[in-house]
């Protein structure tokens, strides 16, 4: 077992929980990204980087 | 038209969230609004970047997606250490300080339930990776006179076993994850992650999070260190703030 200490947590622990989890508050807010868009997004970058890595 | 534009962290009880000498996005020193019993935490940050267009443009760079995730991670879970947290969701800006209070003030209902559900607990993040199964000697019964047949039959109960150790998997940690259920006051489940971004090259068939008392976490704990389930590894991360609970509707 692996408990990950908070200055490693991975980037894409991260992502699952800033993007997808948190309060959502609408209303008043100025800027809202939906979800799906806003974790679809950010999974596209990573990915794309990831793949760039790889294959340079 | 101002020049800043003010980026909400998270809502906490205005009894807890003291002023923090931490600094958030970009640097900016974190502050609190305060209404209804509640604070908000929040930076201002620059209109041109985190204005709605830029923003969207921004989070396609992964540099500063990661360095915006961090700083927002990093103010949430110091104020996480000090009472309960209601986390925002990354990337949620307002115009000015006087929205954030009006918001507080609309929701302040929702937001007191909310931070009495998580109060007290904290979240835990749970992954299971499959093993693959050892590999069969079969070589045994290869038939000398056919081998392009004995070949065949061997690559196809290769892939058999390999589809069969996946289902054994998948089983194995939707049990795990009843077991740790019956600990925990509310549970989440999230997409596998993709193998290119864990990193593994083992197939992920369970990404949960669970919302535990001190006893919980200890339970959680436990029960991953010692659980021996041949199908999978498993991995612990937390505790987390309670980003998967902290909602305002109930779960």
Partial sequence: MTVVADRDVALVD??????????????????????????HVSLRALISSVQTLVEP | MTDTLVYLYAVADAADAQDHAISGVEGAPVRRVVADGLAAVVSSVDAERFGEEALRRSLEDLQWLEKVARSHHEVVASLARSGPVAPVRMATVYLDDQNVRALLHDRASALHRALDRVRGRSEWGVKAYAVPAPEADDRDEADGAKPGTSYLMRRRSERDRAAGGLRAAVEAADAVHRVISDLADATRRYEPQDPRLSGRREQMVLNAAYLVDEAGAAAVRRLVEDRDVPELRLELTGPWAPYSFATLEEP
């Fill in chain 1, 14 to 39: 991260l992502l699952d929980r800033l993007l997808a989890g948190g309060v959502v508050i609408s209303g008043d807010i100025t800027i809202s990204l939906a979800e799906v868009d806003l974790v």
